[in-house]
């Protein structure tokens, strides 16, 4: 079955640092990719997509590329704040509507 | 405000006390989803449903009943509740379009401890 797997946390960095938080994925077929973030307390809000081979999600500085290739969907952020400091997760839909999620990645940004 | 509600947010029990978790939104969605999120697990999805009346499995459906008789609303039930079903718990929604391209909508969790 469909299967996503991220880096585990926790990531603790300092402001300004690069951010990468890798995703791999096993599907059948031609999935979509997502990144979902969950900031403490809240519920998860979508964060970027990109629903073909190839095709680059972006959001608030935040980028991922659809690579069929590697099967890869890594998340980048040049300059991290500590507003950016939450759960991560990658997730993928098979065309069924089911998101399958990774575990999740933790991730904290100090001053 | 386009958005998904659930109810109660933080729920204590004890177990076999049958409970009800409720979820609305108020985007007109056909697909509903339930999910639980464990730590190092991510979320499962526990049921899901495409439109009234039509309600199927998920992943970890043991234990959980469903239904969905008007579009906007779709409760978890746990008939017999045990501790295994503590839980971080989360309701989506998303319309059906391009076969699983759209976003889902989340509500805000409801924590839940079986005691």
């Known amino acids: 079955g469909d299967s996503v797997t991220q880096m585990e946390g926790p990531v603790t960095l300092s402001e300004e640092a690069f951010l990468t938080i890798n995703c791999t994925y096993t599907?059948?077929?031609?999935?979509?990719l997502f990144w979902y973030v969950q900031y403490p307390g809240e519920g998860l809000q979508l964060l970027l997509k990109?629903?073909?081979?190839?095709d680059k999600g972006s959001n608030k500085g935040f980028e991922a590329t659809y690579r069929k290739e590697t099967t890869s969907f890594h998340l980048e952020k040049g300059s991290v704040q500590v507003s950016d400091s939450a759960v991560y997760f990658c997730?993928?839909?098979?065309?069924?509507?089911?998101?399958?999620f990774g575990a999740g990645t933790t991730v904290t940004v100090r001053a | 405000e386009a958005q998904v509600t659930q109810n109660p947010r933080y729920l204590i029990t004890v177990t076999g006390k049958k409970l009800t978790v409720t979820c609305s939104q108020n985007?007109?969605?056909?697909?509903m989803s339930w999910y639980r999120q464990d730590p190092g697990l991510g979320l499962r999805q526990i049921y899901y449903?495409?439109?009234?009346?039509?309600?199927d499995k998920g992943d970890v459906p043991e234990g959980y009943k469903v239904s969905r008789k008007e579009k906007r609303n779709f409760p978890l039930i746990l008939e017999s509740p045990s501790p295994n079903q503590t839980s971080l718990y989360f309701c989506?929604?998303?319309?059906?379009?391009?076969?699983?391209?759209?976003?889902?909508?989340f509500g805000p969790g409801t924590r839940l401890l079986v005691l």
């Open positions: 990109a629903t073909k081979a190839d």
């Open positions: 989506a929604s998303s319309s059906l379009g391009t076969g699983g391209r759209e976003t889902q909508y």
């Open positions: 449903s495409m439109n009234v009346e039509v309600t």
């Open positions: 985007m007109n969605h056909e697909y």
């Open positions: 599907a059948t077929g031609y999935p979509s």
């Open positions: 997730a993928l839909s098979g065309g069924d509507y089911k998101l399958s």
